[in-house]
């Protein structure tokens, strides 16, 4: 993937916080107050957001049955209509509505805006309407960010031809935090990080990651954060962040950490 030069990337601190689908129903108190905390430290905030439980639902009610293969959805030309409604028209404005409720400044975009998120087909034959993103045209989130606004991304590409293509949110997210260089990820989901043998761990490495997949103990829906979270490592972010909505969960670097 290239990306536009982004102006401000070297100068601001900058966050990318993912919320996943399974939390944004239910955010609480905790997660706005440490996301004002965030802010007053001098961080530019930008959101992404998933929304794999709604997109569900919304198939479900019309009979539109899918597969993941590695928490990647097949995504077929009836269901790219009920995902791309879903996230842009309905989960989108409700995290938006719920931000600004909250006092923070936030504007929804998605991948049609100003070129954001530029895509090709990933594959097909096997994932039918699922965007690769090849360019990130970071300057919706420079101007906004200038003004204190927070940009709030959904997880919906444009093809060339203007055709809506579906990415997984932590795929989104690792892209812009590489694009807008962030310091900092944070991918928020329903779980306290990654979990093995019963245990949450309080850091990982990339090497420890590739073992717990092959071991099968990271699965499903873990599989495209962990992918995403050790591409933004070897570019050189220094550490990403897997958490719940109280913030705790398990930080993985390129290095054990110092215990
Ligand atoms: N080793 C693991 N540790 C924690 N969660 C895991 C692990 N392997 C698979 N998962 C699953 O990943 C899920 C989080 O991914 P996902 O459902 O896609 O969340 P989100 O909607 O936040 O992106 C967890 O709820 C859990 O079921
Ligand atoms: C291609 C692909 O898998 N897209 C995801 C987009 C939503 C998402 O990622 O939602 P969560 O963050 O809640 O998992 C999907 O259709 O479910």
């Known amino acids: 993937m290239t990306t536009?030069?982004?102006?401000?990337?070297?100068?601001?601190?900058?966050?990318?916080?993912?919320?996943?689908?399974?939390?944004?129903?239910?955010?609480?108190?905790?997660?706005?107050?440490?996301?004002?905390?965030?802010?007053?430290?001098?961080?530019e905030v930008i959101i992404t957001h998933g929304g794999g439980p709604a997109i569900n639902r919304e198939l479900e009610k019309r009979e539109i049955p899918t597969e993941k293969i590695n928490g990647i959805r097949v995504t077929n030309e009836e269901a790219i209509e009920v995902v791309q409604s879903t996230l842009v028209g309905l989960v989108n404005p409700m995290l938006v509505h719920d931000l600004n409720r909250a006092g923070i400044h936030a504007i929804g975009l998605n991948g049609f805006d100003m070129n954001l998120l530029q895509c090709e087909l990933l594959d097909y034959e096997t994932y039918g309407y699922v965007g690769e993103i090849k360019k990130i045209n970071t300057h919706i989130i420079d101007i906004l960010t200038a003004n204190q606004i927070v940009p709030v991304v959904s997880?919906?590409?444009?093809?060339?031809?203007?055709?809506?293509?579906?990415?997984?949110?932590?795929?989104?997210?690792?892209?812009?935090?590489?694009?807008?260089?962030?310091?900092?990820?944070?991918?928020?989901?329903?779980?306290?990080?990654?979990?093995?043998?019963?245990?949450?761990?309080?850091?990982?490495?990339?090497?420890?990651?590739?073992?717990?997949?092959?071991?099968?103990?990271?699965?499903?829906g873990m599989i495209p954060k962990v992918e995403g979270a050790i591409r933004v490592l070897n570019a050189g972010i220094p550490k990403v962040e897997i958490v719940d909505d109280t913030l705790t969960g398990t930080t993985i670097t390129s290095k054990e950490l110092v215990k």
């Open 4 to 43: 536009s030069k982004s102006t401000q990337a070297t100068a601001h601190k900058r966050i990318v916080i993912k919320l996943g689908g399974s939390t944004l129903e239910g955010l609480n108190d905790a997660f706005f107050s440490n996301f004002k905390t965030l802010q007053e430290e001098g961080y």
């Open 155 to 220: 997880c919906i590409g444009a093809s060339e031809e203007g055709q809506g293509l579906n990415i997984n949110g932590d795929t989104v997210a690792s892209e812009i935090a590489l694009a807008v260089g962030a310091e900092r990820l944070l991918l928020v989901t329903d779980v306290s990080g990654i979990r093995i043998g019963g245990e949450y761990q309080k850091q990982a490495t990339p090497e420890q990651i590739h073992q717990w997949i092959e071991e099968g103990e990271i699965t499903g």
